[in-house]
T-cell receptor, first 114, second 115 residues
Framework: AQSVTQPDIHITVSEGASLELRCNYS??????LFWYVQSPGQGLQLLLK??????LVQGIKGFEAEFKRSQSSFNLRKPSVHWSDAAEYFC????????????FGTGTRLQVTL | SAVISQKPSRDICQRGTSLTIQCQVD?????MFWYRQQPGQSLTLIAT?????????ESGFVIDKFPISRPNLTFSTLTVSNMSPEDSSIYLC????????????FGSGTRLTVV
């Protein structure tokens, strides 16, 4: 069965600093991978997704993620964090045959200090 | 991407009662998914709803507790039955758009508190 691990429960960065959120997956085939953001009291918003092709994926709000098959990772990055980026971030993997049926990681809460 | 409307956005319910949550999509979709997010937790898939067939439930979720309807390609309901405080969660629906677009849209969720 597929699984997703987000090793960092909580991360604090200063505004303007770079950010990397870690995500490791376990899946038997080529995975469909996603990053979502959830602001307090809000629903989930898709930041970016990877299905195939270029392993460096660009998303919204200046985020990018890199798929590394050898490391089973799909880390999310942003070169300069803004205070509005403070939120919960979820990595997810899509199931074979039905990519929309997602297994989520436990999430990483990002705090941004001014 | 599709626009999903979920109703109600929040509710406070008495234990032992039931609540039906609606999910309306502005375009026809093949599959609809219902997720639960317990307080401070990640999302867990409850079931997959296809139009014209019974929903498929994930391990740990049963139809008697979470009956689902899918009467057409744009609408689904999830009922949380015989509620207890442990059912207090955010319930979200998600849709599978047409192949090739791979849009993954979530509703804004229903925040349920059972007292």
């Amino acid at each position: 069965a597929q699984s997703v691990t987000q090793p960092d429960i909580h991360i604090t960065v200063s505004e303007g600093a770079s950010l990397e959120l870690r995500c490791n997956y376990s899946y038997g085939a080529t995975p469909y991978l996603f990053w979502y953001v959830q602001s307090p009291g809000q629903g989930l918003q898709l930041l970016l997704k990877y299905f195939s092709g270029d392993t460096l994926v660009q998303g919204i709000k200046g985020f990018e993620a890199e798929f590394k098959r050898s490391q089973s990772s799909f880390n999310l990055r942003k070169p300069s964090v803004h205070w509005s980026d403070a939120a919960e971030y979820f990595c997810a993997v899509g199931h074979a045959g039905t990519a929309s049926k997602l297994t989520f990681g436990t999430g990483t809460r990002l705090q941004v200090t001014l | 991407s599709a626009v999903i409307s979920q109703k109600p956005s929040r509710d406070i319910c008495q234990r032992g009662t039931s609540l039906t949550i609606q999910c309306q999509v502005d375009s026809q979709v093949t599959m609809m998914f219902w997720y639960r997010q317990q307080p401070g937790q990640s999302l867990t898939l409850i079931a997959t709803a296809n139009q014209g067939s019974e929903a498929t439930y994930e391990s740990g979720f049963v139809i008697d507790k979470f009956p689902i309807s899918r009467p057409n390609l744009t609408f689904s309901t999830l009922t949380v039955s015989n509620m207890s405080p442990e059912d207090s969660s955010i319930y979200l629906c998600s849709v599978d758009l047409a192949k090739g677009s791979y849009g993954y849209t979530f509703g804004s969720g229903t925040r349920l508190t059972v007292v």
